[in-house]
């Protein structure tokens, strides 16, 4: 194949899905070209230049042999923002948006500032969502590693959010200091890695492609939720909620965590596909 093959041949021509190989190819026409997608169509008879194909042809290549969209291209759209991703952080998923939906639904409940924190931020995905949606919210989010963290800082930059949200290292409520830290949070929001080790998920798709720690604890799958859940309690507020993603499987599991450290009006949330994707409970008020 020569780089005189328009656009359109390329479509024609490639082994990929025609919706993957168009995101790829829109990806080449903005970056060399600063054309928007819509040329695909407008201008279907183009030829690249050199360099744009051979990295058309990269991609491409990259692609068949499994590797995600997301990383190939650097980029994500979660809720209402776009997101760098790179291959340090875990790609951001639309079930994810529970979260941002669940905790956007408690801070239009108050008038003033609301405190919040995302364990495990990753890309910056949660924090920053609910930055973006609320001039309320109040934001400080930790990850265990630095380089998801330097990822965050990036898009909070890029998103001109960087004033709203505080980044912390450390490995979930270890990155606070705890007396400071205590009886603060309004909303305490985590997506941990609660995949099961072993678990045939983990070989497939994008999966095999993020970073492990994202995605599994390394054991049964619950030992990170039940860390944040028996930790909870101490940093949020009387009347605080926490909210949390698992997996679909793991609903009941999480209800009797939350339960077991008193929290009250535990809610399962279901994700679009009508799976229990997330629970949130309550800090009760003293008596
Ligand atoms: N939701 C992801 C998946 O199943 C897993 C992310 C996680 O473990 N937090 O693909």
């Not at 080449?28 to 051979?54: G, H, V």
């Not at 890309?123 to 380089?147: C, F, K, P, R, V």
């Amino acid at each position: 194949m020569s780089t005189c093959t328009s656009l359109r041949s390329l479509l024609n021509s490639t082994t990929l899905p025609q919706n993957e190989a168009k995101i790829l190819l829109a990806y080449i026409l903005e970056k060399y070209y600063q054309l928007p997608r819509s040329a695909l169509l407008s201008r279907d008879e183009m030829t690249l230049s050199t360099p744009a194909f051979d990295e058309w042809q990269d991609l491409e290549t990259r692609r068949c042999s499994g590797e995600p969209i997301a990383y190939l291209v650097g980029k994500r759209g979660f809720h209402n923002i776009e997101l760098y991703v790179a291959p340090g952080v875990l790609i951001p998923r639309p079930e994810t948006e529970i979260l941002v939906e669940i905790a956007l639904r408690e801070i239009i409940k108050s008038s003033g500032e609301v405190k919040v924190l995302d364990l495990g931020t990753g890309s910056g995905a949660i924090a920053l969502a609910l930055a973006h949606s609320s001039q309320n919210a109040l934001l400080t989010a930790t990850d265990q590693s630095l380089e998801a963290l330097e990822i965050a800082k990036r898009n909070a930059q890029e998103l001109g959010l960087a004033d709203r949200v505080q980044f912390l290292q450390g490995n979930w409520f270890a990155a606070l200091n705890r007396s400071e830290a205590k009886n603060q949070f309004d909303l305490i929001l985590s997506n941990p890695p609660y995949i099961a080790a072993g678990d045939r998920h983990l070989t497939e798709g994008d999966l095999r492609f993020e970073p492990s720690s994202a995605l599994t604890d390394g054991a049964n799958g619950l030992s990170c939720l039940e860390n944040i859940i028996s930790q909870a309690d101490f940093y949020l507020k009387p009347d605080g909620l926490i909210a949390l993603e698992h997996g679909f499987d793991q609903a009941t599991a999480v209800m009797i965590l939350m339960k077991m450290a008193q929290f009250q009006d535990i809610q399962v949330h279901q994700d679009l596909a009508g799976h229990p994707r997330a629970t949130s409970g309550r800090k009760p008020r003293p008596e």
